[in-house]
């Protein structure tokens, strides 16, 4: 399946999946500790592994600037990662659901062990954390 303007694109990096989204000449907007917010080629960004691709609906993608280009925003986990940079190009708005949910999972892990000190439990609240804090 080919990538379009306004899809967004992911591959996993580590325990996380890194994104970005495709622009009118099939290039990659991501952002990148080292380089913050910049513009590559689709193999660069794949960087030899699978690239999954996400179809935007319509509304969006036509509502998504083909001519999108880096504001030299720097990388930083917290408050400007790939998936902040990712749903500012498609919605205006940069948020990042996935740190939303480990943060979620690592927090209520962190109060079951607190609690229990039971491995098998914390493994659980920070299941549950994920899956709670996906929701947001």
């Known amino acids: 399946m ?3 303007p306004g899809d967004v694109v992911s591959r996993r990096k580590g325990p996380f999946m890194h ?6 000449d099939g290039s990659i907007l991501h952002n990148s500790p080292f380089r913050g917010e910049h513009v590559v080629s689709e193999s660069e960004f794949r960087a030899g592994r699978r690239l999954h691709v996400s179809h935007t609906e ?3 993608r036509r ?3 083909a001519a999108a ?3 030299e925003r720097g990388y930083n986990v917290l408050t400007n990662n790939c998936e902040h940079t990712v749903n500012r190009a498609l919605t205006g708005e940069a948020k990042s659901p996935q740190l939303v949910s480990w943060i979620a999972g690592v927090g209520v892990a962190g109060i079951a062990f607190a609690l229990t000190r039971h491995p098998a439990l914390t493994a659980a609240g920070y299941a549950l954390g994920r899956k709670f804090g996906s929701r947001f």
């Open 2 to 4: 080919r990538p379009r």
């Open 19 to 24: 994104r970005g989204v495709v622009l009118a």
């Open 58 to 60: 319509c509304p969006r």
């Open 63 to 65: 509502r998504f600037a």
């Open 69 to 71: 280009r880096p504001a």
